[in-house]
């Protein structure tokens, strides 16, 4: 399997910091990788797919990319809305597998 | 609108069945593979099984492989997941999932049924 080594596990930020997340693959993954922003007590929404495409809605604060097989997903001046567990996916092979995910809060 | 929301879920006992539902509405749904991810109380997301668009293909991740079954009904726009044999670590929320298989992500979710197993 498909190990998702995701970091870190919990953040803290301000509303002008630029937010970092990243999801390393054990192996290559050839960009089918997904990033999902979850809220309490809600289901998981796309945010990024492709390694770097941005989803249908998705405010162009949020970007995704790559180095070797790193993964990012940046946030850019992130709003208090943003708060909230992201989590990447690799979908290269089964199963698919999710990185532990990043709480993330806004201060 | 695309729309998924699933049912069937509830309380049962260590070694019973349960069958889950989830309806489909706002997009045509014999043209999408779908697919089930769950996520036990305070932990992350795990997928579980998807299906093709057909029907005629299956995958399951290895701890519910030979338990769960996942299945489709495209004249009424509906995928189940018949789960046997459930075990306690089964506990979780399952969410029902649109499959983009062009670079392979879920673009919509429902917003899950919980599935407690339990004596």
């Known amino acids: 399997d498909i190990q998702m080594t995701q970091s870190p596990a919990s953040l803290s930020a301000s509303l002008e910091e630029i937010v970092t997340i990243t999801c390393k693959a054990s192996q290559g993954i050839d960009d089918y990788l997904s990033w999902y922003q979850q809220k309490p007590g809600k289901s998981p929404q796309l945010l990024i797919y492709?390694?770097?495409s941005l989803a249908d809605g998705v405010p162009s604060r949020f970007s995704g990319s790559r180095s070797g097989t790193q993964y990012s997903l940046k946030i850019s001046r992130p709003q208090v809305d943003d708060s909230g567990i992201y989590y990447c996916l690799q979908s290269y092979s089964t199963p698919r597998t999710f990185g532990g995910g990043t709480k993330l809060e806004l201060k | 609108e695309v729309q998924l929301v699933e049912s069937g879920g509830g309380l049962v006992q260590p070694g019973r069945s349960l069958k889950l539902s989830c309806a489909a509405s706002g997009f045509t749904f014999s043209n999408y593979y779908m697919a089930w991810v769950r996520q036990a109380p305070t932990k992350g997301l795990e997928w579980v099984a998807s299906i093709t668009n057909s029907g005629g293909s299956t995958y399951y991740r290895d701890s519910v492989k030979g338990r769960f079954t996942i299945s489709r009904d495209n004249a009424k726009s509906t995928l189940y997941l018949q789960m046997d044999s459930l075990r306690s670590e089964d506990t979780a929320t399952y969410y029902c999932t649109r499959d983009i298989t062009t670079y392979w992500y879920f673009d919509f979710w429902g917003p899950g049924t919980m599935v407690t197993v339990s004596s």
């Open positions: 492709d390694a770097t």
